[in-house]
T-cell receptor, first 114, second 113 residues
Framework: AQSVTQLGSHVSVSEGALVLLRCNYS??????LFWYVQYPNQGLQLLLK??????LVKGINGFEAEFKKSETSFHLTKPSAHMSDAAEYFC????????????FGDGTTLTVKP | DVKVTQSSRYLVKRTGEKVFLECVQD?????MFWYRQDPGLGLRLIYF???????EKGDIPEGYSVSREKKERFSLILESASTNQTSMYLC????????????FGSGTQLSVL
């Protein structure tokens, strides 16, 4: 069975600092990989996804993530944090089998300090 | 703009009541999902549906049932609500295929007293 681990339930950075949110997955086959963001009182929305091809994926709001098969990781980064980045971030995996069921990590809450 | 609409933002019910949570999508998506979101536990899949009248259990189906009579509508039913079902419920939909993203509703915060 697949699983997703997000290291660190809370991450705090200063405005302008690097953001690094970690995601590792456990799977016998490489999955499709997603990062979603949830702002307060809202549903989740897609930040970026990796399906095939280039392993460095760029998303919205200056975020990017790199798929590393050897490390089974898909860490999310942003060079310079902005106050508006404060939110909860979820890493997820999905497959073509099993009706495309997604498995989510437990989430990481990002706080940005002025 | 594409939309997944959940009928209620906040809902307060009594223990033992039958509760219906409704979700409608306007994107002609085949797949629909119900998740439960609790602090520190992420999103846990309750049920999903890949076609009209088709449903599959997710990871935590106990105490829940679902209905999908029309493609655009997916209902979550709590047959007899209990306090441990107090949670945020999120509906999502997607096209068929593992590489497709999920579109989420804004969620329903259910409190069972």
């Amino acid at each position: 069975a697949q699983s997703v681990t997000q290291l660190g339930s809370h991450v705090s950075v200063s405005e302008g600092a690097l953001v690094l949110l970690r995601c590792n997955y456990s799977s016998s086959v490489p999955p499709y990989l997603f990062w979603y963001v949830q702002y307060p009182n809202q549903g989740l929305q897609l930040l970026l996804k990796y399906t095939t091809g280039a392993t460095l994926v760029k998303g919205i709001n200056g975020f990017e993530a790199e798929f590393k098969k050897s490390e089974t990781s898909f860490h999310l980064t942003k060079p310079s944090a902005h106050m508006s980045d404060a939110a909860e971030y979820f890493c997820a995996v999905r497959y073509n089998t099993n009706a495309g069921k997604s498995t989510f990590g437990d989430g990481t809450t990002l706080t940005v300090k002025p | 703009d594409v939309k997944v609409t959940q009928s209620s933002r906040y809902l307060v019910k009594r223990t033992g009541e039958k509760v219906f949570l409704e979700c409608v999508q306007d994107m002609d998506h085949e797949n629909m999902f119900w998740y439960r979101q609790d602090p520190g536990l992420g999103l846990r899949l309750i049920y999903f549906s890949y076609d009209v009248k088709m449903k599959e259990k997710g990871d935590i189906p106990e105490g829940y049932s679902v209905s999908r009579e029309k493609k655009e509508r997916f209902s979550l039913i709590l047959e007899s609500a209990s306090t441990n079902q107090t949670s945020m419920y999120l509906c999502a939909s997607s096209l068929v295929g593992g590489l497709e993203k999920l579109f989420f509703g804004s969620g329903t915060q259910l409190s069972v007293l």
